[in-house]
C-alpha cells in the first residue's frame, strides 16, 4: 500500500511541478518573442531586393523533454488512439524556443533579418528498442542578413 501511495505522490509532484515548469516556459517564449518581433525571418531561399549586406548561417539547436506524467497520459493517449496533446505542446514548445534562440544568435552578429530558415526535429530515445518520446531535438538554421553600413563595405 505504501508502493501505491508513493507513486502516487511522485506522480502528483511531477503534474504539479512540470506543469508549473511548463506554463513558466511558456509565459517566458511570449514575452521573448514579442521582443524579437523586429526581426523578421523566412522560409525564402532568395534575400528579397531591399535587403542587401553580408551573409552568414546562424544555426542552434534545443532539447526538451517531458515529465513522467505527461508521459504516463501520452501513454494513455496511444493504447486509446486520438490526438497526443502533450506531444504536441512539447513540440511547440522545442520549435518556439529554437526560434528565439536563432534570433539572438543572429541578433548578437548585427543580422537584420534571417532567410531560408530551416527547422529540423527529432526523437530522442534512452531506449532505442522503446517508442516513446519523451525527449526532442529541434535544430534551426538559416541565412542571417547583416546590413551594410556604408557604401565601401559593398562587395562586387
Known amino acids: 500500500m505504501f508502493d501505491l501511495a508513493l507513486i502516487a505522490g511522485l506522480i502528483a509532484v511531477g503534474y504539479f511541478f512540470g506543469g508549473r515548469t511548463e506554463k513558466r516556459h511558456f509565459q517566458r517564449l511570449i514575452k521573448e ?7 523578421p525571418h523566412s522560409t525564402l531561399k532568395k534575400i528579397p531586393e531591399g535587403q542587401r549586406g ?3 548561417l546562424v544555426h542552434t539547436s534545443v ?3 517531458q515529465d513522467y506524467f505527461k508521459m504516463i497520459v501520452a501513454g494513455f493517449s496511444q493504447f486509446f488512439g486520438g490526438r ?3 506531444y504536441e505542446t512539447l513540440l511547440d514548445r ?3 524556443e529554437a526560434l528565439v534562440r536563432l534570433k539572438r544568435r543572429a541578433l548578437a552578429s548585427g543580422a537584420a533579418s534571417i532567410h531560408n530558415l530551416r527547422l529540423e526535429t527529432s526523437s530522442i530515445s534512452q531506449r532505442s528498442n522503446k517508442k516513446q518520446v519523451g525527449t526532442v531535438e529541434v535544430i534551426a538554421y538559416g541565412t ?3 546590413p551594410w553600413t556604408s557604401q565601401a563595405d559593398v562587395r562586387i
Open 33 to 39: 518573442e514579442e521582443e524579437l518581433l523586429h526581426i
Open 54 to 56: 553580408e551573409v552568414m
Open 94 to 96: 522545442a520549435r518556439r
Open 63 to 65: 532539447v526538451l523533454t
Open 84 to 86: 497526443i496533446y502533450v
Open 144 to 146: 542571417a542578413v547583416i
